[in-house]
């Protein structure tokens, strides 16, 4: 008999005991359902006599206990036996040996269900974190945009804006360890939901406080840097839980992006705010945001994927097959992190890269409107290009190093190679600011320095989780206490070299230390883990 396409359906409730063994073999396999499942095949030919793949699709429906109808799907890919189409069906189709596609089964729910409960819960987190950045730097880059005006009204010489530049990096750098251990010990969720709503409050209270004196507004910015110290650690320690190691590049890229759009967002309606309603409504405005996310993150969020009782099982099994931070921390072998030459890597590049980056961060506006010329507006919406070439770039750079990953390169090796280029982009374009003649082309030079730069999130800001799953919150605390300090002294460093000197020192100093940075990382560097 010749046929284009066989479909064969049948009942399946079971006249046998289950098979027990195909149960071991693949665990999803082994659920329970109060409805039998109705299983349709379809086999598609073109010869009378032919071998070929098929797919089983099940359905199940029941009702909740709340009288909601809820109804789930199963399929699998099949490969078939050869099948002489010729004779007649059989009364019972036997499905041994059924091959699972890499050993996954997909459970999709019917279109009872709306689609965000379908929505990954790991990326749910994710996309909180990110959130989380987005506000962090939004709530930081507007003082580098409402600076202008402010120092302008109180008639603050530059030395005093580089101090009050740098005074939110006191608080910032108290927290960097004290938030790692913190979020290694309690769990991050409680940690990052501190850090977002402490800041909030600070950057609400800065006009308040830049009214009252100049010491009252430098214990405010200290203050705000104490609740955005705890973010990163907290944020390192949940992601750990949470991700994949393969996925763990593109989820970081993910993250920090948020903290580059956050630049963006506060850098382009900043001025629009100030020319409108003056420079303490951007503080209000930004501050406020905070309380919308962090209700949000109370009923969504959960430190660790076995606290979270609506996780589908199915997901609750990639995570814990392929995470690889499940016990939670009692102790830290601070002796035994300490001791580990990719670990002061770490510290150092952490330290080089974070001292141009800061530099880029705080001062960016101030070089677009002395040097460039550019106005209140011109230069808060020319900032916003760099920081969208990072979001971009980090993004794609996550891409790329997964994908690197996924296809047998080291893990040590895809690491050296995103941060090189983190390293030697940004040394390159800053080198050519002195040679350039227009404001478009600086523009330019710095979008591709920042462009270039956003690769360290696939390199040293993934390395944590590398070489030390379990403490990864300590490390990044540990690490970034350094990139701190570069922030301190490097922001401060700037106010007192250009009283002194020239915007082309400002970029020769970053650039020696990105030099510096690409010879130890190469050098210490490794992607495995060294501390269990």
């Known amino acids: ?224 840097g104490i609740g955005e110290g705890v973010a990163m650690p907290a944020m390192n320690n949940i992601l750990s839980k949470w991700i994949p190691v393969a996925e763990r590049s593109r989820s970081l890229a993910l993250v920090y992006s948020g903290m580059y759009l956050g630049s963006v967002t506060g850098l382009a309606f900043s001025p629009f705010l100030i020319h409108q309603y003056g420079w303490p409504s951007v503080f209000f405005s930004f501050g406020s945001l905070g309380t919308v996310w962090f209700a949000v993150w109370q009923s969504k969020a959960y430190s660790s994927p076995l606290e979270d009782p609506e996780l589908r099982p199915e997901e609750m099994k990639l995570i814990m097959t392929n995470s690889v931070s499940k016990e939670p921390v009692k102790t830290i072998p601070w002796r035994l992190i300490l001791s580990k030459p990719p670990v002061w890597a770490l510290i150092v590049c952490h330290f080089c890269h974070n001292w141009g980056t800061f530099i880029l961060l705080t001062w960016m506006p101030t070089y677009y409107n002395q040097v460039l010329k550019f106005n209140l507006t011109e230069s808060g919406l020319v900032c916003v290009l760099p920081w969208l070439t990072m979001a971009f770039s980090a993004n794609f750079g996550g891409w790329i190093a997964d994908t690197l990953v996924s296809k047998g390169l080291s893990i040590t090796r895809v690491r050296k190679i995103m941060q090189t280029i983190g390293f030697l982009g940004p040394a390159f374009f800053l080198t050519q600011l002195s040679h350039v003649n227009s404001p478009a082309m600086a523009v330019l030079c710095m979008a591709c320095s920042q462009g270039t730069d956003a690769f360290s999130q696939s390199g040293l800001y993934s390395n944590h989780q590398d070489i030390a799953p379990r403490y990864s919150g300590v490390l990044l605390g540990l690490s970034n206490t350094a990139g701190v300090l570069a922030g301190v002294f490097g922001t401060a460093a700037t106010g007192y070299i250009l009283q002194h000197g020239s915007w082309d020192d400002v970029f020769k100093v970053s650039v020696g230390l990105y030099l510096f940075g690409t010879v130890v990382w190469n050098l210490f560097s490794t992607g495995e883990k060294i501390v269990d």
């Open 1 to 224: 008999m010749s046929a284009r396409a066989l479909i064969y359906s049948l009942s399946l409730t079971p006249k046998s005991p289950p098979d027990i063994s195909a149960q071991k073999r693949n665990p999803c396999l082994g659920f329970k359902h109060r409805n039998p499942f109705h299983f349709r095949i379809r086999l598609s030919s073109q010869q009378e006599r032919c071998h070929v793949d098929f797919r089983v699709s099940g359905l199940s429906r029941r009702r909740s206990s709340s009288g909601e109808r809820r109804g789930g799907k199963l399929r699998a890919d099949v490969k078939s036996e050869p099948y002489d189409l010729s004779e007649s069906i059989p009364e019972s189709v036997k499905l041994d040996g059924v091959v699972l596609g890499k050993e996954e089964v997909e459970l999709e729910s019917d279109s009872s269900v709306p689609w965000w409960e379908q929505f990954p819960k790991r990326w749910v987190i994710v996309v909180l974190c990110f959130s989380a950045f987005l506000l962090c730097n939004m709530d930081r880059v507007n003082m580098s945009i409402a600076i202008l005006p402010m120092s302008a009204e109180y008639n603050w010489s530059p030395t005093t804006v580089g101090l009050i530049q740098s005074s939110f990096f006191w608080g910032y750098l108290l927290t960097q360890i004290a938030g790692g251990i913190w979020a290694d010990t309690v769990g991050g969720k409680k940690v990052l939901g501190f850090g977002v709503v402490w800041w909030s409050i600070a950057t609400i209270l800065t006009p308040i406080a830049a009214k009252i004196g100049l010491p009252f507004l430098l214990v405010v910015r200290a203050f705000m």
